[in-house]
């Protein structure tokens, strides 16, 4: 039997207008293949490239952006005719939090639908076998029902500060049914909920919820500091779900799930940002009171994804919220001042 092709899996040459997904399976990767990870050195490609590396796969591949700019048609081309991956996770994107996301919608709708329809349209080129896009729970509406379930695509408004974004997304989960449908390749599409853990953007411009919690909090211990402040009345409840679990989950994923929906990744659980704030102080050392200035927005009042589709496929999450936000904050002592703290990926 051809090296290349596990029973019922399509081989490099498969693909093609007039090739079915009926007959395929998800199996084992075959850990000798060429697999990419797009975005490695980011906070998801790194866990998956960690991930993947534990489970044995000896053909990894990323390039940094200064190496490989996605954006670039040509250099994509040229790298997927010479690299010939059999696997890819699409884990390279702009990533901002709102306020780089409301401020510059042009740079994150551009550059992330450059560089996934770069990444998509080489992989089909070289018949990618296996390619697994990631995008983000904001793709869903605004006033989506929660939990949210991977139906609520498409039946309402976005919320406004991070449309560009969500739509480049969108258009990614498009286009991974598109080629399904016309090529027969088994790509599928994961949107993860908030996501946290070591290699996190801590940068005080560009960061989430979260890495900006353990921040400030970690500051205002060293100042000796006796109170911090945050945003809002620390009502909304919000989902966390540690990197590595999601790494887990898109292994688990590219060898479990096939199928044209996205499904969400997250843990089915949250919490409120008042407690979130608690368990950070707890981990960082923080004994000082916590004020809420709730002049200032809320957002959303909660953000939950349904995870039943992911439960099926067999995966639940397994590093709980207190457990891994204490090794982020060991991370984020450790490289603080580092390279791998520069905000290289904020604005
Ligand atoms: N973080 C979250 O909470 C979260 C939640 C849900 C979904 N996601 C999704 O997960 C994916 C990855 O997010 P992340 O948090 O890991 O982002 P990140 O830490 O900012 O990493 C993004 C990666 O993309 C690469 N990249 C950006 N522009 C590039 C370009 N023009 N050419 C080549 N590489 C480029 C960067 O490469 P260099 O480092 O080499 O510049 C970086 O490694 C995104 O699709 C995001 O929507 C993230």
Known sequence: MDRHRAPGQLGHEGGGAGVTLDDFRPGPLDRDETFYVAGHRGLVGSA?????????????????????????????????AETRPRYVAVAAAKVGGILANSTYPQEFLSENLQIQVNVMDAALATRVERLLFLGSSCIYPRLAPQPITEDALLTGPLEETNDAYAIAKIAGIMQVQAIRREYGLPWISAMPTNLYGPGDNFSPQGSHVLPALIRRYDEARAAGASHVTNWGTGS????FLHVDDMADACLHLL????GPQQVNVGTGTDVTIRELAEIVAAAVGFDGDTLWDASKPDGTPQKLLDVSKLADAGW?????????????????????GTEAMSPIRGI
Do not use: C, K
């Open 48 to 80: 998956i490239w960690r991930r993947l590396e534990r489970a044995g796969f000896r053909g990894l591949v990323g390039l940094p952006s200064a190496e490989l700019d996605l954006t670039d048609r040509a250099a994509v081309f040229d790298f997927f």
């Open 316 to 336: 639940r999450a397994r590093i709980g919220l207190p457990d891994g936000i204490r090794s982020t904050v060991e991370w984020f002592r450790a490289h603080q």
């Open 236 to 239: 909304p409840r919000r989902e």
């Open 255 to 258: 060898e479990n799930y096939d």
